[in-house]
């Protein structure tokens, strides 16, 4: 997971190129509990850093999904419409939820895993 970055908001982001793929960390869908639907964007819109666009509802709430990065989404993970629960089983690998050709730089304020285990420590705390 070394090459895998954070935000504070608890969005994981991978990097190859200019394409980023985005999902919910470990951490989120823990607090979330069972998740039961996804809002989901469709592929070509454009998003701007910190844009809501989406909503992930579980049986705890609903909360809205938040772009780390600017871009286009060019991929949207169709299975999580009919498999919700693949953010809960899988957050890291089939529960990724879209995929972004990156416009712009990266924000300096992503963090690295020992950053983000910080935030997630003071959040349990």
Known sequence: MADRRYTKSHEWLTVDGKE?????????????????FLELPSPGRKLEERESFGV??????????YAPVAGRITAVNDQLSANPELLNSDPYGEGWILKLE????????????????????????
């Open 56 to 65: 992930v509802e579980s049986v705890k709430a609903a909360s809205d999904l």
């Open 20 to 36: 980023v793929t985005v999902g919910i960390t470990d951490f989120a869908q823990a607090q979330l509990g069972d998740v039961v």
């Open 102 to 125: 990156l416009s712009g730089d990266l924000p300096s304020d992503l963090l690295d895993e020992a950053g983000y285990k910080k935030v997630t420590e003071a959040s349990a705390g």
